[in-house]
């Protein structure tokens, strides 16, 4: 017993200290200074996004009023006078988003709780990548699709001069399908995540498949869920394309889902085009507007983190 102990005393003792076996291994130390490196780069990016906003918004603001941008109701920067009241464009984004988040919670939550609880293992493999592809389509694709299938459609349920061309509803609804995917998998993820010994002790007291889902694996994976329909409204308040494609260029504060309006990240890209000299105070509004889109994407974002750390399961 005695030489086994000593023996493994000399075994340790002749093992080279931390650090030497660290400078024994040079190639660590550069793949440690790459990663460093895309960090930084990740950080300084974000605090370039911040700063060419800010200091671009805060000449907008020098030659308007922060209280009329925030609190107006009349968007008009080709007008005389000019009017920067961005609760139009405001409200047309927070409008899509609504009819996109109405489409993509039932059907998203319902897919991941399909492939969670339900779908077989050779149906799960095939279904998921099936469903996330629909992720990897151009966005642009979705715009073209929500004007010149979906509007027809609804042009023929509501009635021809009920609908206009360009509409919240459509883009909305095509906005709504594209953003399933992200929720549909990321609360998947969360379900699968659920301890196999929560489901097996509800099988035991008698529940059923849907019980077990809706009132053990829901409620555990409430976290990542709420993540995931967080993070596809995200998704959705900074989409551009279709909402530029399909909803239109009118900057309407309504509710009306059937009428032409404009969303934050559509005006933005028209005004993109070159229509607004550089310099001029319709073209610093696009900085301004994009402060507010970045102040309410990191407000959601913060949200999302606060909502998992607060009603986290952890499982031993």
């Known amino acids: 017993m005695t030489s086994v102990t000593t023996t493994s005393r000399q075994a340790e003792g002749q093992r080279p200290p931390l650090d030497l076996r660290r400078r024994s291994r040079p190639g660590e130390r550069v793949i440690e200074a790459t990663l460093m490196l895309c960090g930084l780069v990740s950080v300084l990016t974000t605090v370039a996004i911040v700063y060419t906003l800010v200091s671009n918004g805060l000449d907008f603001f020098r030659d308007f009023s922060a209280k009329d941008f925030f609190t107006g109701t009349t968007w008009q920067p080709k007008g005389a006078p000019q009017l920067f009241g961005v609760l139009p464009l405001l409200g047309g984004t927070l409008l899509v ?10 059907l998203g939550l319902g897919a991941a709780t399909y492939l969670s609880e339900y779908a077989r293992p050779r149906a799960r493999r095939f279904l998921k990548p099936l469903l996330e592809l629909l992720a990897g389509i151009p966005t642009v694709v979705y715009g073209y699709f929500a004007l010149r299938t979906v509007t027809p459609v609804l042009k023929g349920i509501f009635g021809e001069d ?11 609804l095509v906005m709504g399908i594209m953003i399933i995917p992200t929720i549909a998998s990321l609360s998947e993820d969360a379900m699968r995540a659920v301890p196999q010994a929560l489901r097996e002790g509800a099988f035991g007291l008698g529940s059923g498949r849907r019980r077990v889902a809706t009132r053990v694996v829901i409620p555990a994976a409430l976290s990542g869920i709420a993540a995931s329909v967080i993070l596809g409204i995200s998704r959705a308040v900074g989409e551009t394309m279709i909402v530029a494609v399909a909803a239109g260029s009118t900057p309407n504060l309504t509710v009306d889902v059937r009428e032409s309006i404009q969303t934050m990240t559509g005006y933005i890209a028209q005004v993109a085009l070159g229509d607004s000299q550089q310099g001029t105070v319709d073209y610093q509004s696009i900085f301004a507007v994009g402060f507010t889109l970045f102040v309410m994407t990191l407000a959601l974002n913060l949200l999302s983190q606060r909502f998992v750390r607060r009603f986290r399961q952890v499982y031993q």
Do not use: D, K
């Not at 988003?97 to 039932?106: I, Q």
């Open 97 to 106: 988003s609504a009819v996109a988040l109405v489409v993509a919670l039932p």
């Open 162 to 172: 009920q609908v206009s061309i360009f509409n919240a509803l459509s883009a909305g």
